[in-house]
């Protein structure tokens, strides 16, 4: 069963600079509380429909690697990419971008495709208990670090 979990905010900022900074995955160290690095496969170097990547995360003692896949790429509109481990998509995670009066508005959202079999393999490598509620408090705290880097 898919869950989606989806949170917005405002930044001041145009469409196409926040798309840049976030689509940029070797930057989302600076957003993530959990995924604290990402690097492109070889042969990619930035945001294209299928380009792959590794990101790099951890809670506390625990780390993990996760590999990404490009699904959507429309500068200043839409982000998203598929995330597996050990060739298991678990997750989808996702982009919006929508002009506003003052900038943009920006909605991160996630589809949790993880089956009931697998939850507490994933509780153990990642140590987390509760995926949904951790995963608003990351977005949100995302969604902020963007947001006060073009306060500046």
């Given at each position: 069963m898919?869950?989606?979990l989806?949170?917005?905010?405002?930044?001041?900022?145009?469409?196409?600079?926040?798309y840049?900074?976030i689509?940029d995955?070797?930057?989302m160290?600076?957003w993530?509380?959990e995924?604290?690095a990402?690097?492109?496969h070889e042969?990619?170097?930035?945001p294209?429909i299928?380009a792959?990547?590794?990101g790099h995360n951890?809670?506390?003692?625990?780390?993990?690697t996760?590999?990404?896949?490009?699904?959507e790429?429309d500068?200043?509109?839409?982000?998203?990419?598929e995330?597996?481990?050990?060739?298991f998509?678990?997750?989808t995670?996702?982009?919006?971008?929508?002009?506003?009066?003052?900038?943009?508005?920006?909605t991160?959202?996630?589809?949790?495709?993880?089956?009931?079999?697998v939850?507490?393999?994933s509780?153990?490598?990642?140590?987390?208990?509760?995926?949904?509620?951790?995963?608003?408090?990351?977005?949100?705290?995302?969604?902020?670090r963007?947001?006060?880097?073009?306060?500046d």
């Amino acid at each position: 069963m898919t869950k989606r979990l989806e949170i917005s905010r405002d930044i001041a900022a145009s469409p196409e600079l926040a798309y840049a900074a976030i689509s940029d995955v070797t930057r989302m160290g600076e957003w993530s509380e959990e995924c604290h690095a990402c690097e492109w496969h070889e042969g990619f170097d930035g945001p294209v429909i299928d380009a792959t990547f590794d990101g790099h995360n951890r809670n506390g003692e625990h780390e993990w690697t996760t590999q990404g896949k490009v699904i959507e790429a429309d500068a200043g509109r839409v982000f998203a990419f598929e995330c597996s481990m050990m060739e298991f998509h678990f997750s989808t995670w996702g982009y919006r971008f929508e002009p506003t009066e003052s900038g943009c508005r920006v909605t991160e959202w996630s589809d949790d495709l993880r089956p009931e079999s697998v939850l507490e393999f994933s509780q153990e490598i990642s140590g987390i208990d509760d995926r949904t509620q951790r995963n608003r408090m990351t977005m949100s705290l995302t969604l902020e670090r963007l947001a006060s880097s073009f306060e500046d």
